[in-house]
């Protein structure tokens, strides 16, 4: 760093102080030449110290001389000699030290002892002030105001210079900006003029260049578009970092990390180096289960999360299941089949916009409608938008066309249940009304949820509107909005409270069919009850408290460090509540209750990128209907209730 000559001096000063802080503060020790100014405390004559010392006479008084910008309360506060002492060289030599170690003051310094008639003596300290600070000037900071860097400095203004506060200014200076996340950033320069000017040069550390390594499979351009840091923009550690997660995001790479040398050419800036380790991305799975959807099941999936080595994903994906369990005498026992085609876009058309598009065929037995065979064939296309000045906003749009056939799967027994009811056996063509449809699904979805398999702190809320037409008829087209809010609190160090809150109800539209109702009950709804097993109806409103926790001291046990996904597993406990508006005409039949308040406790394993496995037991608060259990249901879901 240049410094002035004054400046220098002084920093020299202190560090020889630092050293030698018993030694007798001589001028000798400082500049090693007789000629120098003399060192405080040696002013005094030969005759003048011999007397004092032999007498050890009483000071009378201490007089300080020589401020003129400074109050005496300054150099009052550093001595510990005073009127009525006796007089001892060695402690005005500390006293005088201790006056120097302000930095406010030359090292042309003394003490002097005079007699005064009474025997007494006065102690004179003869000071001599650094010039003063008039003004400060900043040059090279761009990412940040010279107002911030000034106001470390600006309490020094109108004061005598002092080394020991510069310094501890810049400090600061530097603190800020590491901070703000400009970790290369340094104050490379410090002069001061004649005119007290002090004169601060910053170099912020500004990106030369950044190279990729690591990358067989993957193209250059994946990894590009993912890195928005650019050469000649100031390094900040907090934007890198981020774009190091987007890259991780991609899940093409097991680890990315990131290195900083500096520039040959130009040591005040610097090469970045983005290393990518990359994973095996294709992959078949096969699996099966227990749903209380699906019952005992099935699947295979075969996908590729990098394919081609442009982070696109292609999945294609079958399951088969025995159909619904726990005897649910609604829904038709049948073969449950499903089938999904899909094809992941990340970057469609910029980088904040991706694309999703899938193909599918269902065939079910129904929940909405009782005892119906539901089979559905369809494709969808949604475009996910993240906006530029709100990270944790994010529009969407899908677009999808849908086929819905519905056909009779008991009719002796739907039959019966309408004769009981006195319901004439033609509404039953009402109820299996399906069609051919377009739908129309604009949103927003906020999210400011942690990253991590588990999520204990943040929010999640999401608004979306429907518009579904009737493409066979138009008389079936309807619109439906519906929003969600779920808010994430952490307790302790691993467990968390979460409180959500949904709403959803028909728009427009008289003649929407009951299989695109809105339906309660479920491991997505309310648990406790059997799919629709609260009601179906054409609006609804819920709400869910759940509290998670780790299971008690197995993260503690050897067995959760050799097996990491048992860091992921939560025990919960929990309430569900809602209510179904407009109920349909299953309802009627199976005497459902159309509102329910459930408790109950279960178990999740969060699974990386698919989301929580959930098996839970409620039990119902409300009267659950005839054809409900007082004792309530096991559930078993994929996925959280927000989805």
Same mark, same amino acid.
């Given at each position: ?48 110290? =011999? ?13 300080? %001389? ?97 080394? =020991? ?19 290369? @950033?340094?104050? #490379? ?12 040069? $910053? ?36 934007? $890198? ?87 649910? @005498? ?29 193909? !599918? ?21 949604? $475009?996910? %938008? ?16 849908? %086929? ?49 398999? $588990? ?22 087209? %309807? ?18 409270? #979460?409180?959500?809150?949904? =709403? ?12 695109? =109702? ?29 509290? @998670? ?84 249901? !096991? ?9």
């Amino acid at each position: 760093m240049k410094v002035h000559t004054k400046i220098y001096k002084l920093i020299i000063t202190l560090i020889m102080i630092a050293v030698c802080p018993l030694r007798t503060f001589a001028a000798e020790d400082f500049w090693g030449n007789g000629n120098s100014a003399p060192a405080p405390g040696q002013e005094t004559s030969s005759t003048e110290k =011999a007397t004092a010392e032999k007498s050890e006479k009483v000071i009378k008084d201490v007089e300080i %001389h020589g401020l003129n910008v400074l109050s005496e309360d300054v150099v009052k506060d550093k001595i510990h000699i005073k009127s009525g002492d006796t007089y001892n060289r060695d402690t005005v030599q500390a006293d005088l030290r201790s006056i120097y170690e302000t930095g406010y003051f030359t090292e042309k310094m003394r003490a002097i002892p005079v007699n005064n008639s009474d025997g007494t003596i006065t102690l004179k300290l003869i000071l001599e002030e650094n010039a003063p600070v008039t003004d400060f000037t900043i040059e090279g900071n761009t990412v940040v105001s010279t107002e911030e860097i000034l106001a470390p400095l600006l309490d020094m203004k109108g004061k005598p210079q002092n080394i =020991a506060q510069l310094n501890s200014a810049i400090a600061k200076i530097q603190d800020i900006y590491t901070s703000k996340g400009y970790i290369l @950033a340094r104050v #490379s320069s410090v002069t001061d003029d004649p005119d007290g000017t002090i004169n601060i040069e $910053v170099k912020e550390g500004t990106i030369n260049s950044i190279a990729i390594a690591g990358n067989e499979k993957t193209k250059d351009f994946v990894i590009e578009r993912n890195v928005l840091v650019e050469p000649g923009m100031v390094y900040n550690e907090n934007q $890198v970092k981020e774009d190091l997660v987007r890259l991780y995001a991609t899940q093409a790479f097991k680890d990315v990390t990131r290195e900083i040398e500096p520039c040959a050419e130009d040591p005040d800036t610097y090469d970045i180096t983005i290393n990518v380790q990359e994973q095996r991305t294709a992959s078949i799975s096969v699996g099966g289960g227990l749903d209380s959807v699906t019952g005992v099941f099935g699947s295979l999936g075969i996908a590729d999360n990098n394919f081609l080595g442009r982070n696109q994903r292609v999945s294609l994906s079958g399951l088969v299941g025995s159909g619904v369990i726990l005897n649910d @005498a609604s829904i038709e026992r049948r073969m449950n089949m499903q089938f999904e085609l899909s094809f992941f876009e990340p970057h469609f058309l910029n980088a904040d916009t991706s694309l999703m598009t899938k193909l !599918f065929f269902r065939d079910f037995g129904s929940y909405q409608v009782p005892l119906a065979v539901e089979r559905r064939i369809g494709g969808e296309a949604t $475009v996910a %938008h993240r906006f530029k000045r709100n990270k944790h906003l994010t529009s969407t749009f899908s677009l999808g066309v849908e %086929h819905i056939d519905l056909r009779e799967g008991n009719f002796d027994k739907i039959a019966a249940l309408y004769n009981r009811y006195n319901i004439p056996i033609s509404e039953r063509a009402n109820q299996l009304e399906g069609g051919l449809f377009m739908s129309l699904s604009p949103a927003l979805v906020y999210d400011t949820r942690e990253g991590g398999p $588990v999520t204990r702190k943040g929010t999640i809320a999401s608004i979306r509107f429907s518009e579904d037409i009737g493409l066979l008829d138009l008389d079936k087209t %309807h619109g439906k909005l519906q929003g969600m809010i779920k808010q994430y609190i952490p307790v302790g160090k691993k467990s968390s409270f #979460s409180l959500m809150a949904k =709403a959803g109800g028909k728009i427009h539209g008289d003649n929407m069919p009951d299989v695109m =109702a809105y339906r309660l009950g479920g491991p997505y709804t309310i648990r406790g009850f059997k799919m629709s097993g609260v009601g179906t109806g054409d609006a609804f409103i819920m709400g869910s408290a759940e509290f @998670a926790t780790p299971i008690p001291f197995l993260d503690r046990t050897r067995l959760s460090k050799k097996i990491k996904f048992l860091d992921n597993i939560r025990l919960t406990a929990w309430m569900d509540a809602g209510k179904i508006f407009n109920n349909t005409l299953a309802d009627t039949l199976y005497d459902r209750p159309g509102y329910a308040v459930t408790a109950g406790v279960g178990i999740k394993l969060y699974i990386p990128g698919m989301g929580p496995l959930s098996v839970d037991y409620g039990i119902p608060l409300t009267n659950p209907g005839d054809n409900g259990n007082p004792n309530g249901y !096991f559930t078993f879901g994929v996925g959280d209730l927000i989805y």
